[in-house]
């Protein structure tokens, strides 16, 4: 872990930094179309970003992560999609990540979440205690891929859905 990487909410001023990280995140990934950075823009546009912090190292900015509301079975339960994470390839595998979301999920739990959904790998995101859930679907993706965490004691059952501008970016 680096020593003195700040986790902080998002500031105007951070916007461009922010969509130069996501871009050279995403830059090799197979899964992606490289249109992270634009989703994030259209959900800040369209004040949807619910939670948008930033990983700072030395005045620079490194990671970020942000989340927005879902809806299940069409209705506000209180949950929250991550996506998308990204860390500077340049400084992945020393714990950006970890601390983006460690901040992020403590950051939801003080929003009164009730819960937050991920789409992403088990191995990476089961660490924080997302795991794949028979409760919790979202349509055209593989059940394995799609990972709950509950915060709070009552279950919930249903159909996902992301913010519209998601749909964009399919
Ligand atoms: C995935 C990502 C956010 C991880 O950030 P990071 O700062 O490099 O990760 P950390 O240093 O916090 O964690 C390192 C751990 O994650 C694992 N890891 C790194 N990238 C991974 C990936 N793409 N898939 C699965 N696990 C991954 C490492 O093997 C390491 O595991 P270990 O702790 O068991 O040794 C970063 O690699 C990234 O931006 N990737 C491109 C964009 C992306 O795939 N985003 C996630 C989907 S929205």
Known sequence: MLKQLHIRPEQAIDQEAIERVIQAAFLTAIYSNQTEHCLVNDLRKAQALSL????????????????????????????????????????????????????????????????????????????????????????????????GLRFKEHAVLGTVEYHAAFANYA
């Open 52 to 147: 948008s912090l930033v990983a700072e190292y030395q005045q620079q900015i490194i990671g970020h992560i942000a989340f927005s509301k879902v809806a299940i079975d069409e209705e506000d339960q209180g949950w929250y999609g991550l996506a998308p994470l990204a860390v500077d390839p340049n400084w992945q595998n020393q714990g950006v990540g970890v601390a983006l979301v460690e901040a992020g999920l403590k950051a939801l739990k003080a929003l009164d979440a009730a819960g937050c959904v991920v789409l992403g790998d088990p191995d990476y995101y089961g660490r924080f205690g997302f795991q794949a859930s028979p409760h919790l679907s979202l349509a055209d993706v593989p059940a394995a891929y799609f990972l």
